[in-house]
């Protein structure tokens, strides 16, 4: 189905959808899916970052590669909107492409952690659209970890420590995913987007399409997500 048109309205900002997870839940996975069917009016936020490039990226596409030396001017010059050390390396959003984006009434999607996600809603509180990606269990976490390859072993093994701390900020979002099928993971993150973009509108063929989708959004807020996240972080 295609994304309904609603009526937007003069002078309509943009949105942030800020999506997070521990690595290996899925949410690159489920941003470039978005970005696929939505570009150009949702635009991914590339961040800078410090850390080496890894094999199938593309500078500008999955980051912006800068050197420790680079990365602090940067900061220094406030350029950045969040930036934060994370496994020994620095990542960073930067302010001036997503203002410009929200006054042009563009929509810019955030692959980031739960660090990241807190600053930039605090930066832009009524513009930002929260979602928070869980795993199906912390062995499937471990599991698609190991798959990738791409990390040493020592890496996998903070990274999957790590998990449980990104995890336990779960409660900071609007909306949880659980990632056990991505189609249907999927789908509720697409749900999610939209009817927070098109709102309300006062054609019945546009409206009837919202409806099915806000019923999709209210679905997943009552599957569970919130007691299943208790249960992946040790909460009863």
Same mark, same amino acid.
């Not at 899925?26 to 490039?53: C, D």
């Not at 810019?108 to 990241?116: A, E, L």
């Not at 798959?147 to 990274?159: K, L």
């Not at 999957?160 to 509720?188: S, T, W």
């Given at each position: 189905?295609?994304a309904?048109?609603g009526?937007?309205?003069?002078g309509r ?5 800020i ?6 839940? /899925? ?11 939505f570009?150009?009016q ?22 912006h ?7 602090e #001017? ?6 950045f ?8 390396n620095?990542? /960073?959003? #930067?302010? #001036?492409?997503v203002?410009?984006a $929200?006054?042009?009434? /563009? ?6 952690d739960?660090?990241g996600?807190?600053?930039l809603?605090?930066?832009?509180p009524?513009?930002?659209?929260k ?21 040493a072993?020592?890496?996998i093994?903070r990274?999957?420590?790590?998990a449980i701390?990104?995890l ?7 909306? $949880? ?5 991505l ?17 309300t ?5 546009? #409206?009837?399409?919202?409806g ?5 959004v209210e ?7 919130? &007691?299943h &996240?208790?249960? $992946?972080? /040790?909460?009863?």
């Amino acid at each position: 189905m295609t994304a309904p048109r609603g009526d937007d309205g003069p002078g309509r900002r943009g949105i942030l959808l800020i999506v997070s997870s521990p690595s290996g839940a /899925g949410k690159t996975t489920l941003t470039r899916r978005l970005l696929a069917e939505f570009s150009p009016q949702l635009a991914f936020s590339v961040s800078y970052t410090t850390r080496p490039q890894r094999p199938g990226e593309a500078p500008g596409r999955d980051y912006h590669f800068v050197t420790p030396e680079v990365f602090e #001017a940067m900061v220094e010059r406030g350029e950045f909107a969040e930036h934060a050390f994370v496994f020994g390396n620095r990542y /960073g959003t #930067a302010r #001036a492409p997503v203002e410009t984006a $929200l006054a042009r009434d /563009g929509d810019v999607i955030f692959d980031v952690d739960w660090q990241g996600g807190a600053t930039l809603a605090e930066r832009w509180p009524a513009d930002a659209l929260k979602v928070f990606i869980l795993p199906p269990g912390l062995d499937a976490l471990a599991s698609r970890l190991q798959n990738r390859a791409t990390d040493a072993p020592e890496v996998i093994d903070r990274r999957l420590r790590k998990a449980i701390e990104e995890l336990a900020h779960y409660d900071e979002y609007q909306h $949880l995913i659980v990632n056990d099928d991505l189609d249907r993971a999927y789908a509720v993150l697409r749900a999610i987007y939209l009817t927070r973009r098109y709102g309300t509108t006062d054609r019945p063929d546009v #409206a009837y399409r919202l409806g099915e989708l806000a019923r999709l959004v209210e679905c997943n807020r009552t599957s569970g997500a919130d &007691a299943h &996240a208790r249960r $992946l972080v /040790g909460r009863r």
